[in-house]
């Protein structure tokens, strides 16, 4: 079906869509339209076409990530990183959405397909997600930008965020401890946050999606309970190593520091590293 161009509503001056490229090619090529390259490649334009419509976007870059995961498949001794999802069947055609996607030209309103393997000073290196943070933290002064995926690991960011499941915006105000809430479904139970708050509870639950174990045997409740009341991040992390303590006995430093490298997307890289002030866990 082609898109028709004289429905799109007046864009936004300076403002800029930063696409997770590899969730938008996971969506095309699972699309049940997708049944042939082209089809696929139609699905993708179409996809894009609908991100830069809803978020009235000027602009847009296209974020692909590296096959280390921003280190972490070395990082990661605890559980192979993202180990559970071997043996899962790709969609078939999604290798050709890649390809599309890390080569196809700019367009009039695409200024930029980023694959983080391709930056020369590796400034833009990583998964995904952690280029999306360090580049909204690079253009925020001088444009618009919008994160846009639909990576719930993202809303530890501060700023603008468009899901691209559900076609909703959302801020995240920076300088904040962000938001945690529990959610009861008849079939589990789960937290939904933002950010700090949301990597805090990461650090406790752990990822299933991601492999990551996080704490011993703490749930979405626990987790909850524990930090539904915290104000600052040194007041989270005595809660979150006391944990780490008693679970992990004599390894619960080590483990604790996997963790944070693993979970934490930070815009300048530090999850490879540590924040200074994360030297304060080694005093206690």
Same mark, same amino acid.
């Given at each position: ?13 300076g403002?800029?869509a930063?696409?997770?490229? #590899? ?9 049940k339209? +997708? ?14 076409? #609908?991100?830069?419509?809803n978020?009235?976007?000027? %602009? ?7 096959k ?7 990082i =990661? ?5 993202? *180990? ?5 069947? !790709?969609p078939?055609? $999604?290798?050709?959405?890649? #390809?599309? %996607? @890390?080569?196809?030209? /700019? ?5 930029g ?13 990583g998964e +995904?997600?952690?280029v ?5 933290t690079?253009l925020?002064? /001088? ?9 719930k ?13 559900s076609?909703?915006?959302?801020? &995240? !105000? ?5 938001? $945690?809430? $529990? ?17 805090w509870?990461?650090?406790?639950? *752990?990822?299933?999606? #991601?492999?990551?174990?996080? =704490?011993?045997r &703490? ?13 600052t991040?040194?007041? +989270? ?13 004599? /390894? ?7 963790q944070?490298?693993l979970l934490? %997307?930070? !815009?300048?890289?530090?999850?490879k590293?540590?924040? @200074? ?8």
């Amino acid at each position: 079906m082609p898109i028709d161009m004289t429905k799109k509503p007046e864009v936004i001056p300076g403002k800029v869509a930063l696409i997770d490229g #590899d969730i938008l090619a996971y969506y095309a090529s699972g699309s049940k339209l +997708a049944t042939s390259k082209e089809a696929t490649v139609e699905v993708l334009e179409q996809l894009l076409y #609908d991100i830069m419509d809803n978020t009235r976007a000027r %602009l847009c870059v296209i974020i692909t990530g590296d096959k280390t995961k921003g280190g972490r498949v070395s990082i =990661a001794v605890t559980k192979p990183y993202k *180990g559970n999802r071997k043996g899962a069947e !790709p969609p078939e055609f $999604l290798q050709d959405a890649k #390809d599309y %996607l @890390s080569t196809s030209v /700019k367009s009039e309103n695409r200024i930029g397909i980023l694959t983080t393997t391709g930056s020369p000073d590796k400034k833009f290196s990583g998964e +995904a997600d952690d280029v999306l943070i360090k580049l909204y933290t690079s253009l925020k002064d /001088k444009y618009k930008p919008i994160i846009c995926t639909s990576d719930k690991d993202l809303l530890q960011a501060p700023g603008w965020h468009y899901d691209l499941r559900s076609t909703a915006e959302v801020y &995240i !105000p920076e300088n904040e401890m962000g938001t $945690l809430e $529990l959610l009861r479904k008849p079939s589990y139970t789960a937290i939904k946050g933002t950010g700090w708050l949301l990597f805090w509870s990461q650090m406790l639950t *752990g990822d299933t999606a #991601d492999n990551i174990p996080g =704490a011993v045997r &703490i749930g979405a409740v626990k987790a909850y309970d524990l930090l539904k009341d915290v104000k600052t991040n040194l007041e +989270a992390m005595d809660i979150v190593l006391s944990v780490y303590k008693k679970g992990y006995k004599e /390894k619960w430093h080590d483990v604790f520091i996997e963790q944070y490298k693993l979970l934490a %997307l930070d !815009p300048e890289g530090l999850h490879k590293g540590i924040p @200074s002030w994360m030297d304060y866990s080694k005093k206690m």
